[in-house]
Structure formats: structure tokens, C-alpha cells
């Protein structure tokens, strides 16, 4: 992978009225890697897709797709890109092939390519024999497949993918994950906007998680992950709720960097020395006459290092958009 | 994707129908006298003026279709296209005429039946002036829906303009009449698109005694027309939507 920046972003910033939906970004997303940009709804992961692709202008700032400013050059810079989005975009009444068929030939294929493409393409998300229904017939999960064809057969130097797996099944999902990265492969940069976090973690290269129109963090997501303070999380799933001196007893331990009670009898631990800590944890629930129905051990997870520097989880985030 | 507005079409099929067979004829016999006395067949005046109306009324459905894309998400898609917005307006104001044209192209096609064809030539010069209005006018509508924010506006706006820009125009009566009724009524036709469409239509299907402009003067009042909603029309839509302000 280069590490040439094929899309940079200078301070943008988009503004609703008076809300910041996209608040002074500044990213740099090389060539050739899968970035994924997380966050919960309205933390403005799509605002920021809209104006990279020149759909809405920026309020101030801006920013280089390819090395074309979107404010000056939005023609060029819209050329780079493909875009895949999260509610497939498809024609009134037509037919997959025809849906499929009009975009390849609005990006300029030749009518023999564009027929190889839409084949191989429909034929790749298992949509071949559906070509010919209306699109009115398809399922949710028909309809994104159709829209992720897209970018399959454009091949953009840059892909946007937003959602790309929402409404699909566990099987069409691995699928689709590695069409994403065949066309890596094939030479597109991919930007992967997701609040799917597993999702965000088996494909990404690096990640910038987003909160409320701004950057939170952006690096790899081992790097993200290591970067919390404990290491491993320990899941205690109590018969009832623990007090809370409890809870300050169990932050009194060196070895506990943070507890977490994200439901009143179940705590998450982040652990630095899991072996030497769990007989002292053990006993604390003992001394207190507080049974455990159940331990998970695991490592940290996105959701954990969207945790760690938000201090909410992302179904709280949600909420509170 | 032709089709989806076949009850539109149907109605207006009904419409055109009942304007023709009815009004016209009924309305024909009353002003039969005065008509003739100043060299007009007026039947055959209001038909040609009926199918420039159906002509207009069809290439303002473009508008109709933005306010559709945009509730289906389908604007967004096509904002992000590598094709420059230019591209995009120009394709579809002409799509958006050539559309009206497969609409209006049966009654067109019964409208030469009634009215006869004396001279193809002058005919076809006419027919380009019609496919340049009918560019026009999908341009206009395309500009008025881009600047309307909700769809419930634009049917409003849309059915009050229709009035206007029919009824001060020569669609359905000369200028002379207009004149007589109050001048600055015939001042606003004589820039009205629908005089200049109605009276080349008119002379290209030989309906006589009515021609206001030359032919060419009548065209290049279209080709103005065609280019001033397009070009101009591209420059409103591309900093209407590129600041977002449609979402």
C-alpha cells in the first residue's frame, strides 16, 4: 500500500441551521487502504460522503479527492468516485439489469463492457435470475446487493460504501466483504462508513471514529484497541445488583483500569493482569454475598474504544443524536 | 418509465379529447360569424392552440419527476454521477421534451388528420420549433421544482402559471382580441412562448388568416426560450443544490 493521500480534508465543516453536523474534520485517507469511518447515526458520517462527493457544499473549509478541490473542481473530483449508499437509490420502475445497465453507461462504459460488467456483476451478488423483476419486487437485502453492484461494475478509483451490508445475510455479507476487497485489489481506495463495528474491524486498514460531526480518534484498529487502558475485559453477569461500594472497591484495585456497569448487574472490567486481579475480583463478590450468574473474558472490541474515548456506548450515542 | 403517469396522460388524453370535440366545436359556432368575418376558421385556430397546451402541460411533468427523485433518495444518486450538473440538467430538460413529445405524438398525429398537412416543409420547420419549446418548458419546470422546496407548492404554482401563461397567450384566441380587451394583455403574450409555439404550429399546418410573427422570428423567440431555461436554469441548479439547500 502507498501511503500517498488520495483524499484530504481541511477543516471541513457542514452546518444545518445551527446544528455542526460535520465540525472542523481534518483527515488524510491514502491510496489504496480501506478506511472506515465509524460512528452512530447523525454523527455525520454520510455529510461527510455528500460533500466529498459534491452533493452539498461545504460551510468552510474543504477538501482534495484525487488532488481536485470539491469547492473548485467538483466535476473532476466526482469523477474519482462511486458511491454505494445506505438506502439503495434505484429507479422507479425498472428491472435490476436496467438499473445497472443505465449506470454503467452513464460512467462511460462501451457497450460491450457494460454487458460483461452487469452480468458479472449481478451473477457476483446472486442476483442473476432476479435481473428481470421490478425492483418494487425485490427484499431489502436484493435492493442493497443491486446497489453495491454498482460500484462493482463503475470500479471507481474511489469507493464509497456506506452501509454496505445492512439488510443482508451472514453468508451475503462474507461475500460482499470480499468483493470489497477484490476491488481493493483491482486498485480502488475504499471508504467504509459503518456503524457495524465488527464490520469496520475485519476490513478496515485504519478507522476514524466519528461523535457528533467530529473526529474522535483515527488509526488502525489494533493500534485503537491497544490503546485502552486494560487490555482485557472481563464481563460479570451478577443474580443482583451490585452497591455501589462495591463498585469503588473494585476501582480501588491497581490491576482494574476502569469499571463499567452498563446494566445494574452487569459489569464490565478492563483488566491490565487478568490472572493476578480475578481471585481479587472473585472475592469482592464473595465478601458481598453477590452470586454470579455468568463470566465472559474478551478482548476489546471498536465498540470498547468508541466506549473509551466517548465514555458512552453507540447505543447511547444513538440516543442522544 | 414512460408510462408512469398514465393516468396523467389518460386525463389528458379525456382533456384534449373534450376541449376538442366540445369546447371547440361549440365555441367554434358561436364566434363562427365574427371568426370568419376576420379570415379565421376558428376550430381549427383553437385545435392547434389546444395541442400546443397539451404540448406544454406534458413537458411540465420533468418537474413532478425531481420531487419523486428527491422523496426516493434518487436526486442524491444522481448528484454524485461523473457527469457535470450541466450534463445532467441539459439531458434531462431534453429527455423531459422528447418525453412530451411521445406523450402528445397520438394526438398530434389526429390533430394533422383535422387540420390536413399543406405543405411538409413548413411543417417540419414548425415541428423544430415545437421540440425547442418543449426542451423550454421541461427546462422552466425543472428550474420552478428546484426552486420550490415542497411538491404541494409546485402543483400549486405550477396550476396558477398554467393559467396565466395559457390564457395571455394566443393558444386559444388572436392577439387582435386581447388587444381589444386590454393591451397590455396582448404586450404580454407577444412574450409569451405559447404565442410563439401556438402561431408557428399554426402556419407549419397551414390553419390561415392568424400568423402575428415570421416563422423565423418565431423560432428564434424559441431557440431564446429553449436557451435561456436551460443555461440559465443549470446555473440555478447548480448553486441551489450544491449548497444542499433541496435536503
Redesign the interface.
Known sequence: MSSKPIIQTFDLS?K?GKLNAVDQLNLSIEEGEIFGLLGPNGAGKTTVI?ML?????PTEGTATVAGFDVKKS??KA??M?G?C?Q?P??????TPWDVLNW?AK???LSNEERKKRVKWALEEVDMWDDRRKTVHALSGGMKKRIEISKILIQRPKIAIVDEPTAQIDVVGKHRIWNLLRDLRKEGSTIILATNELQEADVLSDRVAIMHKGKLIVCDTPKKLKDSIPGGDIMEVHLEKEAPKKVLTELEEFKEIATVKETASNILRLYLNQVEAVTPKIMKVFYDHDLPIASLHMSEPSLDDVFAHFTGLSLEEAQEEV | MFMRYKFMLIMRGIWFVSQVALFGLVVGKMVEAAATAAGINYFQYYVAGVTIITLYSTSMFIGYDIFEEAEHGVFEYLLTLPVSRRELVLGRSIGGGLRSFIYVGPLLIIVLMLLGLSNPLHFLVALSGLFLFAFGVSGMSITIAVAMKSGDKYDILIGVLDALIVRLSTTMYPTIYLQQAMPAYATIANFNPLTYASDLFRWGTGVEGTLQFTPLIGLLALFVFFFSFTFVGVVFYERRLEGGSWQ
Do not use: M
Not at chain 1, 437509490?89 to 425498472?94: D, E, H, R, T
Open positions: 457542514k444545518f455528500l462527493t459534491t452533493v452539498i457544499r467538483p466535476n466526482r469523477e468516485i458511491v449508499f438506502e437509490k434505484l429507479l422507479w420502475v425498472s449506470h452513464v460512467c462511460g
